[in-house]
């Protein structure tokens, strides 16, 4: 067993050696073919009532990855938008002792927010192309790299070909010792939790935009997170998500 009083080894052990598994024959062999656990022990069976539909109910039918994006310029204000969607500021509580307490667009364990969002820009409007950092607490966004370093981190990105016309990649990136100081190995799970909830909500803001998304989970971390500038192992990129207007297919 890890100790108690080492809350980063176990899952430390596992983020470095998880990179992205290149074994090619296994892409190529395996179908694709939905599996689904058949409850055989179940004593009934009820039927549901079908789903009332809705505004998000579309949403959800109308989400999908895409694979190709237009050229286009996004709007600033819709950037902000997806911002706050991902991970923005919803309400600011005042505490007793002190300060405020800013609860964000999606739930955290403790309500600790180990994650922090970076972004990868092209063709934003009022914006130079480069890496930024989103401040959440002021709702702004602050200017780390040119575009050069971005250019180097979009190669970090296996879906590299699909990505050419995105204007935003959003990278989750996790403070890892924020959540599990408290949390142990444990932890590790809530970090990926959260960012899951971020992306979703992310996914379905483009969505009610018009834009499209590509959810991605394989990179080179150690590349990538060079590129941000982040202070690996105790930091690192989780996930991240592609974001632009679909081109329309030929012909």
């Not at 050419?164 to 990278?171: F, L, Q, T, Y």
């Not at 809530?190 to 394989?218: F, K, P, V």
């Amino acid at each position: 067993m890890i100790p108690v009083d080492d809350p980063l080894s176990l899952s430390r052990l596992f983020h470095l050696n998880s990179e992205p598994w290149l074994n090619e024959q296994a892409y190529r062999e395996t179908p694709f073919l939905h599996e689904y656990m058949d409850h055989a022990g179940a004593s009934a069976r009820v039927d549901l009532p079908a789903p009332a539909g809705g505004a998000l109910a579309k949403m959800f039918a109308a989400r999908h990855s895409a694979r190709a994006f237009a050229a286009w310029t996004m709007p600033l204000a819709t950037l902000s938008e997806l911002l706050f969607a991902a991970h923005g500021v919803v309400e600011i509580m005042p505490l007793e002792s002190g300060g405020a307490y800013l609860r964000r667009s999606v739930p955290s364990a403790g309500a600790l927010y180990p994650l922090e969002i970076f972004v990868l820009l092209r063709d934003v409007e009022g914006l130079e192309d480069g890496i930024y950092g989103f401040d959440p607490r002021s709702h702004a966004l602050d200017r780390l790299f040119p575009r050069p370093r971005l250019e180097q981190a979009l190669g970090a990105f296996y879906m590299l070909p699909f990505l050419g016309g995105a204007n935003v990649i959003v990278c989750h990136v996790a403070v890892f010792g924020r959540c599990q100081k408290k949390y142990g190995p444990r932890g590790y799970r809530y970090i990926l939790l959260e960012a899951g909830h971020s992306a979703q909500n992310l996914c379905l803001a483009a969505e009610e935009r018009g834009l499209a998304t590509l959810c991605m989970g394989g990179y080179k971390d150690s590349t990538l997170n060079r590129c941000l500038g982040l202070n690996a192992p105790d930091e690192g990129v989780v996930y991240s998500v592609a974001v632009g207007m679909a081109a329309k297919p030929s012909g």
